[in-house]
């Protein structure tokens, strides 16, 4: 054969690869798509109709990273998303060239004061420092970002013994003292895997002065892995503090509370995610899930929207000062505010009887990691905006605000949004979807498919692989002591020495025109809206 | 007491942290070492339970040096006295470990340094200033502070400094005027002084090792914190590094060994 020869066979070859193939796949696509009975774009057009399908697959993605400019994703804008990183990574919170903000929209902002707290006059604890490591960048081209991690002693920035908020002062055996304002909401193992949660636990018991949730899940050995102080919550499916057959158990109770690192519980009447019980899957209930849980393995869990063990307020606080009893920690309950008027006859309840919870967690009902459906989601419960001023008023109004403590949760991922929640009632602040971010989130929105490319919101081991809990526990030790070095930042220019004294007086709220008006204004709003509802 | 006893070894022997004789310098009979042994050894043993009330004040102990001196002074089981720029801060430096926090006040000063052993003065002397920036530090407090040290007799006066300091004696411009005005004030005062200037300084942990040096090469070199706190108050008995200039940052000896063998 002359090398002609293989020259001409080669070409043939060539244009068998790059023409031949191709058309062949074309028609196969073609047919295949003008044939099936699903979608009809496909077959009115076939093979070019997929491009619908390929770009709506990706959309996310590109709208997060090219199309929509910084400030307008959701839940969470670019922006937002990277306040909470690199807090996390850098323990920095510098911009430059001013906010990005909307100023001609509506929004609350703090008031500062003509003359601010000194560093030296803030009240703040720096006693302890906190060994973490932070990022520090080397160069950053356009292909490449050189950084390297370095170990770092941070101020911590607690709150002094004497302001540090405490769960069941009156109330308790053990109350539950906590020397910073923000911690993580309820989360449970199950709903993020294993390592996210492990991290979770090693960065907030690394910081100090916060606490972590457990979510309704049960309480894991991942949740003590780091020793931070721990708020376990029930639901009404009572995972972790149930006998066989659904009861509530005294007796896993009791040990629960024996733990050191338990400092109070939680009750969940209802959740941002979550106005529904719960649903978990057989296959989804693996032998360590039922044994953190105690429920039988492989078997479909239902539960119930509303706990079995009472029905209104008087059963619900005789079950919570058993609770308290027996247990000598702080019980609290978690709850999303819809009617006003439910709320209101609890909190006389309250007055009345004397009794109730040392803390009530007040979520904003937008919803968080839970997988959940949308018509909740979006749509009941108010925002925490609303919601946190009209619990505040009422448990004054009825005198019983000095005995119990308001968390609110819904959003609240900056040291801004912090300090406006603060002065708008709040005695401390749950984040729960921060925290996700700081250990590898991406906002992939995937959490209710098991299938999160962060290994974050899963409990499948391969995608779990990427996330070292070595690497992200310092992300979540300086995602919170970020926070609260904020907070004392936002304190100092309100004129506070620290965060724990904002108050209505120092935020205000100003709509589209400019016009600027009190908080009370909200709690007006909020009366006369419920008032029409009654009429 | 422990001035006679570092009086004496200074003749005849050096000593490891133990109280063990590691040599013998000079014509010491049998007796006189055997002497020192067991005074040096008691005066050491006495330090480790805090037996020596070894009374040391903290000038400018709020900084950020500051709170690491005091933490260190007190897992030393010296006692420590905080001076503090305001009140604010003095309940942080007791929970810290320090005995007693005040707040500078000069004419309250002199019985607190009557009771005191030794004198650490933080100056807010930054290695970061280059040459365009001017002075920082308050050369009156510092005149101050070391008239009144003479004054009450408080014998031993540990001043942190800054590697930096020197730059005015070269500095054509002469706009930097004497940032080491408060190294020369302190050499020419009747006490037993030790200028520690130390090199940029970063809040890493504490590496426990360092590099001494009269002249550090290497005039950007850093150094945690958390060392510069240790090595100044290691300082206080190191009789090696009495009456000098040293500079320190970051390096591989053991800081007591570092100051012991300079």
Known sequence: MSLTDSLVIALFIFIALVIFVPVILFIYWYVKDDRQKQHSILRNFPVIGKVRYITEKVGPELRQYLFNNDTEGKPFSRKEYQDVVKAGKYKERL???????????EGFYIRNTLFPKLVDEMKVDNTQKVKTRVYKVDGDNLFSRKEHSEEKLADPYYLRDEDAVVLGEKTCRQPFRVKGLVGQSAMSYGSLGEKAITALSKGLGLAGGTWMNTG?????????????????????????????NGEFSWEEFKKKSEIPEVKAFELKLAQGAKTRGGHVEGEKVTEEIARIRLVEVGKTI??????YEFEDAPSMFDFIEELRSIGGKP?????????????????????????????????????????????????VGLPIQSALTVVDEMLREYGVRDRVKIIASGKLITPDKIAIALAMGADLVNIAR???????????????????????????????DGLIVDEKHYRVCNYVISLREGLFNLAAAAGIDN?????????VHKDKFGRVSPIEDLLHAAKRAQLQKES | MQWLCLGLQSHVMSYSENGIILYIRGPGGCFFVCLILVLNKSYVEKVRKGGVSMKVIVIGANGDVGEHVIRKLAERKLEALAVAANENQTEDLIKLGAAHAIVYDEQKLIPHLQASDAVIYLTGVNPKKHSSKTVMVDHQSISDIIQLAQKSGVRRFVMMSAVKAEESDTDPSR???????????LKAANLVYTVIRIGQLTDKPGSGKITLSEKIHDRDAEIPREDAAEVLV????KEAIFNSTIEAASGNTAIREALSQF
């Open chain 2, 234 to 237: 290691e300082s206080i008995d």
């Open chain 1, 499 to 507: 965060p724990a004294q904002f108050e209505r007086k120092h935020i």
């Open chain 1, 216 to 244: 309704e899940g049960g309480l894991s050995q991942y949740h003590l892995a780091g020793s931070p102080d721990i708020i376990m919550q029930i639901g009404p499916d009572m995972f972790g503090v149930r006998k066989p």
């Open chain 1, 434 to 464: 921060g925290f996700m971010i700081s250990v590898g989130c991406i906002m992939a929105q995937v959490c209710h498919t098991n299938h999160c490319p962060a290994g974050v919101a899963t409990t499948d081991k391969k995608l779990q």
């Open chain 1, 331 to 379: 019980v609290g309950m978690k709850i999303v505010v819809g009617d006003l008027d439910a709320l209101e006859s609890m909190i006389s309840y309250m007055k009345e009887s004397g009794k109730g919870p040392d803390f009530i967690t007040v979520d904003g009902g937008e919803g968080g990691t839970g997988a959940t459906y949308q018509e909740l989601a979006d749509s």
């Open chain 2, 175 to 185: 706009k930097i005027a004497a940032k080491d005005l408060p190294e020369d004030m």
């Open chain 1, 302 to 307: 239902n539960s119930p929207n509303r706990f």
């Open chain 1, 95 to 105: 911009i430059g060239f001013g906010s990005i903000r909307d100023f001609d929209e």
